[in-house]
């Protein structure tokens, strides 16, 4: 059962809606989640718990299946365990992209908000965000994936059967022919550019479709009409954001290292044999940690600028003063999510 935590804001926030610098959304951002930090946390931990549990099960099969060296004829187990595992991400990361996203717009206008509320809240239209940023992802690492792709080709065709699987094929004498190394090592070469030009393009477009979606979720958009306003809300802000972008991800990594240490240490003392599973499974649970307290800040960060555009852009602020004291009860405000029924799907 859901654990109804309440949001403690209240009303004030409808008097902060006017245009943000850069500092002012960092602070707003620092103050939401000071202020709501059960509230933010605890949904969090919801989706967070879902990716631990899939992870843990995940490392149980692989015992079973005899890790680190698992017998060439169950290869296709571990692709397919894979392949679950990024399903149930990517499950969970849309519902708690768009739980998140809901439960700030309600926090930052002043609205009730609660894990239970803003959890149901993104049940209806999972297919929508879901499709939403399968769209995405794959309009912006649409070429990285196809580098990754072209890249384990290559190490197929060039290191010994099994090599994925199983680490104690590559210690046997003469388990690469050292024409097929220099092939792989001049494939390299070439390939390293070409993942520098992906990433740039990458972070590029991420800037672009960056508020698409707060804006689905907000506004009760579907996809497509979504990212089209997304590239034109965000101009402007684009360099905003990738500052914000790389706090967050300087935090979460400074935390994942710190609370990953036990794994690194335990990789550079024993460099070239397999993590023992107790040691991943510690890991996983400081994934949990990390994913718990320092997921909600990006998309916190994101729903203000999401805002802060439409201020700047569509004077938002006065619209939304103008609902509230009763003199535009026709204008579109998409505070609120429309009902189930009116929600489009796609």
Not at 138 to 158: D, E, K, N, Q, S
Request: aromatic share 10%; charged share 10%; with cysteine.
């Amino acid at each position: 059962m859901l654990e109804n935590v309440q949001s403690s804001t209240g009303d004030v926030m409808t008097t902060q809606l006017r245009p943000l610098s850069l500092g002012e959304i960092l602070d707003r951002t620092a103050e939401l989640y000071r202020s709501n930090f059960l509230l933010f946390a605890g949904t969090s931990a919801i989706f967070a718990s879902v990716m631990l549990f899939t992870e843990m099960v995940i490392l149980g099969v692989d015992d079973l299946l005899g890790y680190p060296n698992v017998p060439g004829h169950l290869q296709w187990a571990v692709a397919t365990l894979s392949v679950l595992q990024m399903i149930v991400i990517l499950l969970a990361a849309g519902l708690s992209i768009a739980a998140f996203n809901r439960m700030v717009a309600w926090v930052y206008l002043g609205e009730p908000a609660s894990i239970r509320a803003a959890v149901s809240s993104a049940f209806p239209r999972v297919r929508t965000y879901l499709w939403l940023m399968i769209n995405v992802g794959t309009r912006a690492y649409g070429p990285i994936w196809v580098l990754y792709i072209i890249f384990f080709a290559m190490m197929f065709a060039v290191l010994p059967s099994g090599w994925l699987t199983n680490p104690s094929v590559m210690q046997q004498p003469h388990a690469m022919d050292p024409v097929k190394a220099l092939q792989l090592l001049m494939s390299m070469l070439v390939l390293g550019p070409l993942f520098v030009a992906a990433g740039i393009y990458a972070v590029l477009m991420s800037l672009r479709y960056s508020l698409a979606m707060p804006v689905c979720v907000v506004e009760s958009l579907a996809a497509g009409p979504a990212i089209k306003r997304s590239i034109e809300l965000s101009k402007g802000a684009r360099g905003r954001i990738f500052v914000m972008g790389l706090l967050v991800y300087a935090i979460r990594t400074g935390l994942g290292l710190l609370l990953g240490f036990p794994l690194i240490f335990f990789a550079v003392k024993h460099m070239g044999q397999p993590l023992p599973l107790g040691l991943m499974a510690v890991t996983q649970i400081a994934g949990f940690l990390v994913n718990t307290f320092i997921g909600p800040i990006y998309s916190t960060g994101l729903t203000l600028f999401y805002y802060d555009q439409r201020v700047r852009k569509e004077g938002f602020d006065i619209v939304w003063m103008m609902q509230a004291a009763g003199l535009s009860p026709h204008a579109e405000l998409p505070a609120a999510a429309a009902p189930e029924s009116e929600q489009p799907l796609i």
